[in-house]
Antibody
Framework: QVQLVQSGAEMKKPGSSVNVSCKAS????????INWVRQAPGEGLEWMGN????????NYAQRFQGRLTLTADKAATTVSMELSSLRSDDTAVYYC??????????????WGQGTLVSVSS | DIQMTQSPSSLSASVGDRVTITCRAS??????LNWFQQKPGRAPKLLIY???NLESGVPSRFSGSGSGTDFALTISSLQPEDFAAYYC?????????FGQGTNLEIK
């Protein structure tokens, strides 16, 4: 069973950038879309974008266009999310999640543990 | 973007109750509707995918139904561990939007 392990919590200043990694263990994720979802404190879930590691193809939600960059390493075992020009309202827990294999559902069946990004001056 | 409207936003119920949460899409999404459960401080957990398919390991008291724009998650007999937040999500087209969530609380 694939597990996704994310990097640790980050504290950032407004205007800076943050990089959160998501490493797969126990299986191959290279051909499955890895999605990024965030959750502000006390709020709901917000889809940010996804990447298919083996191809490097990406989709981004319009509201993050120009600020969000998703990349995958050459071995396609680690996906990274970089969010730039951080604002206080980017304070949230950021999750990576993979799509369910052997299914056309695009459903997110395995999630990382989440990474808290706090943005404050 | 496809908007997902979930109701109710909160729900109080007792152990053993049957509860239903509904989700409406702003346009047709075929059967690309998924349901997640989230407990405080934890990542969301997939319960139901493509409207009515039970994810492996999820108890059979959870079921999903619907098509097109209107969908529902039903819990047939609430158990203590079911009190949590629930989210619907469309995976028909990016951006993969979520409903605003339903907080299921103990009465």
């Amino acid at each position: 069973q694939v597990q996704l392990v994310q990097s640790g919590a980050e504290m950032k200043k407004p205007g800076s950038s943050v990089n959160v990694s998501c490493k797969a263990s126990g299986g191959d994720i290279s051909s499955y879309a890895i999605n990024w979802v965030r959750q502000a404190p006390g709020e709901g879930l917000e889809w940010m974008g996804n990447i298919i590691p083996i191809f490097g193809t990406t989709n981004y939600a319009q509201r993050f266009q120009g600020r969000l960059t998703l990349t995958a390493d050459k071995a396609a075992t680690t996906v990274s999310m970089e969010l730039s020009s951080l604002r206080s309202d980017d304070t949230a827990v950021y999750y990576c999640a993979k799509v369910k294999p052997y299914s056309m559902s695009n459903a997110f069946d395995v999630w990382g543990q989440g990474t808290l990004v706090s943005v404050s001056s | 973007d496809i908007q997902m409207t979930q109701s109710p936003s909160s729900l109080s119920a007792s152990v053993g109750d049957r509860v239903t949460i509904t989700c409406r899409a702003s346009q047709g999404i075929a059967n690309y509707l998924n349901w997640f459960q989230q407990k405080p401080g934890r990542a969301p957990k997939l319960l139901i995918y493509t409207t009515s398919n039970l994810e492996s390991g999820v108890p059979s008291r959870f079921s999903g139904s619907g098509s097109g724009t209107d969908f529902a998650l039903t819990i047939s007999s609430l158990q203590p561990e079911d009190f949590a937040a629930y989210y619907c999500q469309q995976s028909f087209a990016v951006p993969y939007t979520f409903g605003q969530g339903t907080n299921l609380e103990i009465k």
